[in-house]
């Protein structure tokens, strides 16, 4: 028999690794993987090389590449060696798409196709226009109850494109969680900037999301990204009765100030009973001043600065109480991050806790050589840059493709199993 491609299932969610073999193989023969697709229009093809082990199998996801665009023993590595600087929009984040796989060696060619999708087939999702509320809700198969989390962005707002919100939520829902994918700025008709947004708002989204999935306990999760994964320990230190735990992406333990199109830090973020939540206060770094990285800004030395520059009582004033969190905590951050600095401002967060004596742990995940964006769901590409959707600017977002594909990797099974601790779930068998 000529070697052929076998595929181990035609039909996979998008963050289970390689799930491919090339059989038949004469050993140390050198055979060629590739796998082509499209993102948001843009054409995309990846390839590992390899050398046949005895067996005469080469499992791409166990095997070691010799070039190509990567090498090393990488799981998802025809996954993520796409290396895209900004990642495309996709205009349905939730269509599942093809990928044509082809091996090719001196003497032979074979070929296949599997679907990688970002939902089970088996989720319900509605969209949610309830009074204030704009997002998406996604229900497992089953009939409950369901542990829940509730998902939002960070300063970009909406739902997010390619790898955001909204496939977090859906990509969840399709391991056991309820989710809503809440929007709270730059969405429809809510406010176009992140400032003076009221915390109440995302408890009108837990009371939703709780009346839809009646989670047990009928406590939530919550999880966010950047300035959402501050939003996190800021609605857990807020709300502990309602928040079982929290995950807070490349986050920060300290508030800082609002973001709008003309960049108005001078405004508060976020309003908690009518008077603005405090924030740490500064002068805005003019972008000209401010290194670049391929071009794109970094606006990581800018907050270093204002954070050096700031006295103890302005730090204070401006920390999270996450002290007061009423369940555990995951925080998870790149120590290459060039949006800010992650990995110290989630430091901030674990020392209060720390020093304040908190009930609950916070655990702090941080990732050499990944920067701001590895935390979608593993199996995306991971941007290295954004043309930021609020102000306009392009900015830096860090890390290197390896250090952010493996940081990608690691970081969402973390969080599926924390939880799957926390509140529980399923999470699908290796």
Not at 124 to 144: C, T
Not at 174 to 180: P, Q, V
Request: glycine share 12%; aromatic share 8%.
């Amino acid at each position: 028999m000529s070697p052929r491609i076998s595929i181990d299932n035609p039909d996979v969610l998008v963050d289970e690794p390689v799930g491919f073999s090339v059989v038949g193989c004469a050993p140390d023969e050198p055979v060629s993987v590739s796998a082509t697709w499209r993102v948001g229009g843009v054409a995309v093809r990846t390839e590992g090389r390899f050398v046949a082990p005895p067996s005469g199998v080469i499992a791409p996801a166990r095997l070691p590449s010799q070039g190509g665009t990567y090498t090393g023993t990488e799981p998802y590595g025809l996954w993520w060696t796409n290396d895209f600087v900004d990642v495309p929009d996709e205009a349905d984040i939730l269509e599942p798409w093809t990928v044509s796989v082809r091996a090719t060696a001196a003497t032979w060619e074979s070929t296949g196709a599997l679907v990688r999708r970002k939902i089970s087939p088996a989720v319900k999702h509605v969209v949610v226009r309830s009074g204030p509320l704009r997002g998406v809700a996604f229900l497992p198969e089953g009939d409950g109850p369901f542990p829940s989390v509730l998902v939002y962005s960070g300063s970009g707002g909406g739902l997010g494109e390619l790898g955001g919100v909204k496939s977090s939520a859906a990509l969840l829902a399709s391991h056991g969680f309820a989710t809503l994918a809440l929007a709270y700025f730059r969405y429809e008709d809510l406010p176009t900037d992140l400032t003076d947004i009221p915390l109440e708002y995302f408890h009108q989204g837990i009371d939703w999301l709780r009346d839809f999935a009646a989670p047990p306990g009928g406590r939530v999760a919550v999880m966010g990204a950047s300035r959402g994964g501050e939003l996190s320990l800021l609605l857990g230190s807020t709300y502990p009765d309602d928040i079982s735990a929290v995950v807070a992406k490349v986050p920060s333990g300290v508030v800082w100030g609002g973001f709008a199109h003309d960049n108005a830090g001078h405004r508060a973020a976020w309003t908690f009973e009518g008077r603005p939540v405090p924030w740490l206060k500064g002068r805005n770094a003019d972008p000209e001043d401010l290194p670049r990285r391929d071009g794109a800004i970094e606006l990581t030395p800018a907050f270093e600065a204002q954070l050096a520059a700031a006295t103890p009582e302005a730090l204070a004033e401006a920390a999270i109480p996450v002290e007061r969190l009423g369940g555990p905590a995951l925080l998870l951050s790149g120590e290459d991050d060039a949006m800010w600095p992650s990995a110290t401002l989630s430091e901030v967060a674990v020392e209060r806790a720390r020093s304040q004596g908190a009930r609950y742990p916070l655990r702090h995940l941080h990732y050499p050589d990944a920067g701001h964006s590895f935390t979608v769901p593993a199996g995306l590409p991971v941007a290295r840059a954004t043309l930021h959707p609020v102000d306009g600017s392009y900015y830096a977002y860090g890390g290197s493709p390896v250090g952010n594909a493996r940081a990608n990797a690691n970081a969402w099974w973390e969080i599926v199993d924390f939880l799957k601790a926390s509140i529980g779930g399923n999470r699908p068998a290796e």
